[in-house]
């Protein structure tokens, strides 16, 4: 296990292609920012940037396909930020937004599994409710809240297909690319569970801590249940931990310079774009820069001090990676011994 997680953890696998969605993945988070920006609305960064994460999805898919799951996914994304801004206008906001959180975890990992999404689990869905939900808010912030992340998920749909609409393709071109990719039933229920359970129990040991941002916690307990072996899980982990201690360092460098406005919203695409380029190569390489993107995309719209917002973030991703692993070390399948008989 030692060895493997070693390995993993050096190990670089190919681009397959990297580059293009990182591109799609940049612009679709910059130019809706940017927009906010010269209109003086920056304070609902959060509402686009949670909307652009559906260039994200179907890296792996054509024409059609690709089309219907990045529409499933941008509904997902703008209705958890849609919920996420009612909770945030309750004064309870921080233990409303555990049960919310795990229960959209556990049906986005049940419609993953089934559907066979890509990326695969519910990381990105509870992340939008859940932190969008840790800001406090008013009411009339819902509206908003949908129109931006809605619009801004349809500018990241129309942007990453706008290629395959504009080419012209051949139909049997077509007809060979567009074979769909599907997912299976079988283990989505299960999946569904221990994501749920996962986020319910990290969650309620943050919110019992008292510490500033539960959510962060919520998000690095599906990590490693996004795995179904347990040896998977461990390394996912292992990953997470790494890698944001890493991306820490980085976060403090950056959260140094006070970047604002048009300057931070570049910083944002730039380290949006490096974390595509390596994200399905070595996932503890890509939270160099995930780590300082989260840290900055929420410093823009609730700024706080450097020190105990990287000591947050340290703090909820041990919490959360220790309850994700320690549920996979519960569930996990036990091999019997074979008995042994004598003949007497």
């Given amino acids: 296990m030692l060895s493997e997680m070693l390995r993993s953890l050096l190990a670089v696998g190919p681009s397959n292609g990297a580059h293009r969605i990182a591109l799609r993945a940049a ?17 609902w960064t959060m509402y686009a940037a949670f909307g652009a994460f559906t260039s994200l999805y179907g890296r792996e898919r054509v024409a059609g396909h690709r089309v219907r799951l990045q529409l499933v996914a941008g509904a997902w994304m703008t209705g958890c930020v849609t919920v996420g801004a009612l909770i945030a206008s309750s004064d309870h906001r921080g233990w409303l937004a555990v049960p919310a959180a795990a229960a959209v975890a556990a049906a986005a990992a049940y419609r993953s599994t089934v559907d066979g999404w890509h990326p695969p689990g519910s990381l990105f869905q509870v992340f939008g409710i859940a932190a969008v939900a840790s800001i ?19 500018f990241a749909v129309l942007l990453g297909n706008a290629g395959v609409w504009l ?16 997912g299976s039933v079988t283990g989505a229920g299960r999946s569904a569970l221990l994501a749920g359970l996962g986020v319910l129990l990290a969650g309620s040991v943050a919110n019992g801590l008292s510490i500033g941002r539960p959510y962060w916690a ?15 899980q461990v ?10 201690a890493v991306g820490l360092v980085a976060a403090w460098l950056l959260l140094a310079l006070d970047l604002r406005g048009t ?19 070595n996932y503890a390489l890509a939270l160099l820069f995930i780590t300082p993107l989260a840290l900055m995309m929420g410093n ?19 919490i959360g990676v220790a309850v994700g692993v320690a549920i996979g070390w519960v569930v996990r399948p036990r091999v019997r011994p074979a008995r042994s008989f004598r003949v007497t």
Wanted: aromatic share 0%; proline share 8%; glycine share 6%.
């Fill in 27 to 43: 612009l679709s988070v910059v130019l809706p920012l940017l927009v906010l920006d010269v209109t003086g609305h920056l304070a």
């Fill in 136 to 154: 406090p808010g008013v009411p009339a912030d819902v509206l908003p809240a949908f129109l931006v992340s809605a619009s801004t998920a349809l």
């Fill in 167 to 182: 080419r012209r393709v051949r139909r049997s071109d077509l007809m060979a690319a567009s074979a769909p990719i599907g």
């Fill in 218 to 232: 919520m998000v690095s307990a599906v990590v490693p249940l996004a795995a179904q072996a347990l040896s998977a």
């Fill in 235 to 244: 390394i996912r982990g292992v990953h997470r931990l790494v890698g944001t």
């Fill in 263 to 281: 300057a931070a919203i570049l910083a944002v695409g730039v380290l949006q774009a490096l974390a595509e380029l390596v994200v399905g190569r």
């Fill in 300 to 318: 823009v719209v609730h700024p706080v001090p450097t020190g105990p917002l990287l000591t947050d973030r340290a703090v909820e991703t041990v």
